[in-house]
């Protein structure tokens, strides 16, 4: 089964990830390719109950250690951009499922009128650094991902996981190949490979291969080592690309 969803050479960072004993990994030598046969759908021990308790303590001691800076950041919000401070969007979860995720705001309350002169089709690439609907506060949060915030009240709901696939909109998911469904065996996380490899740069079918390799490896160590891997990603050259 591994070798017919991902192939990587000996400096892959999903084998680092894993744990076959590689250091010092390097994104360009990894390839990442869509299943040729069904994965199994994670059904352990951890995926069903480790994971989410894990899931709701270490997103409890988040917001405890968050709450000064969210509301400092609610507060920026409020001031710079007016209320709402957080921005509630339907995305698609565990199962097909869609939910309510929440982030703080970052565009301009007329980003509708705006008129975009950026090429930005979120079925190809899913941030733009060049939107011009962005408040200069906005592009902040969104480059060292402290819009997200407020999805760690997501985990505690149960809807979203620490680590995971990214949560995506509808119609986005309604473009996928049958193959990459497959990313909603897990619920959606916060963080995930996608997002310390990738970071959301680059075509939406060639980071989703990101999710598809966490699904078939799905681990308490995989998590631990994903999670210790990304304020390096968010604070990177690479960051809220």
């Known amino acids: 089964m591994t070798s017919e969803l991902v192939s990587w050479t ?3 960072p999903v084998g680092e990830l894993v744990g076959d004993g590689v250091t010092g990994p390097r994104r360009s030598a990894v390839v990442v390719a ?22 709701r ?5 988040a917001l405890a250690v968050a709450a ?3 509301l400092l ?9 007016g209320r709402p401070v957080l921005f509630r969007q339907q995305r698609i979860g565990l199962d097909g499922e869609p939910f309510e995720v929440l982030k703080f705001r970052t565009m301009r309350p007329d980003r509708r009128s705006t008129r975009l002169d950026v090429i930005h089709d979120r079925r190809r690439t899913h941030k733009s650094e060049r939107d011009p609907r962005h408040t200069a506060i906005g592009r902040l949060l969104r480059r060292y991902s402290l819009d997200e915030l407020p999805q760690l009240v997501n985990v505690i ?5 620490m680590v995971g696939p990214r949560p995506e909109l509808e119609s986005v998911v309604e473009q996928y190949p049958p193959s990459l469904h497959q990313r909603h065996y897990v619920r959606p996380g ?16 060639e980071n989703g291969r990101w999710d598809l390799a966490y699904v078939e490896r799905v681990s308490l160590r ?19 690309s």
């Open 10 to 12: 000996s400096v892959s």
């Open 34 to 55: 869509l299943p040729t046969v069904p994965l199994e759908r994670p059904n352990n021990i951890y995926v069903r109950l480790v994971k989410p308790f894990l899931d």
């Open 57 to 61: 303590l270490l997103a409890a001691v």
């Open 68 to 70: 000064v800076p969210m």
């Open 73 to 81: 950041i609610a507060g920026v919000v409020a001031v710079t951009m």
């Open 157 to 161: 709901r149960g809807e979203m996981s």
């Open 190 to 205: 916060l963080t995930g490979l996608w997002q310390i490899y990738a970071r959301g740069a680059g075509p939406m079918h």
């Open 222 to 240: 995989t998590d631990l080592r994903i999670i210790a891997r990304t304020p390096t990603a968010m604070l990177g050259d690479n960051a809220g």
